[in-house]
Nanobody, 120 residues
Framework: QVQLVESGGGLVQPGGSLRLSCVAS????????TAWYRQAPGSERELIAG???????NYADSVKGRFTISRDNAKNTVYLQMNTLKVVDTAVYYC??????????????WGQGTQVTVSS
């Protein structure tokens, strides 16, 4: 089992920055990769950034050049550095992790979410 806890959300003005954290516990060594998703009011949940166990990263076009995903293995923590924030970045942000299920399939784990509000 894997447990994920997000933190770092809050209210920020357009052009500002926030750093989100996702602390993992449980069967940490079983995790294949982790990712950040977000869901804005009235919108579908979308993948915005991911990082594999080997450290390969990927980003949604909407956040490329502004957001950076990183990992501190010693602290079992994944970060999302969010710069040059826009009003359209307002959403609940969720941490996700993928592990094997022991039968050739995959299991997904989700954090509780943290609210990011970008407003003047």
């Amino acid at each position: 089992q894997v447990q994920l806890v997000e933190s770092g959300g809050g209210l920020v003005q357009p052009g500002g920055s926030l750093r989100l954290s996702c602390v993992a516990s449980g069967s940490i060594t079983s995790i294949y990769g982790t990712a950040w998703y977000r869901q804005a009011p009235g919108s579908e949940r979308e993948l915005i950034a991911g990082i594999t166990k080997g450290g390969v990263t990927n980003y949604a076009d909407s956040v490329k050049g502004r957001f950076t995903i990183s990992r501190d293995n010693a602290k079992n923590t994944v970060y999302l550095q969010m710069n040059t924030l826009k009003v359209v970045d307002t959403a609940v942000y969720y941490c996700n992790a993928v592990t094997p299920d022991g039968s050739g399939g995959l299991l997904e784990y989700w954090g509780q979410g943290t609210q990011v509000t970008v407003s003047s």
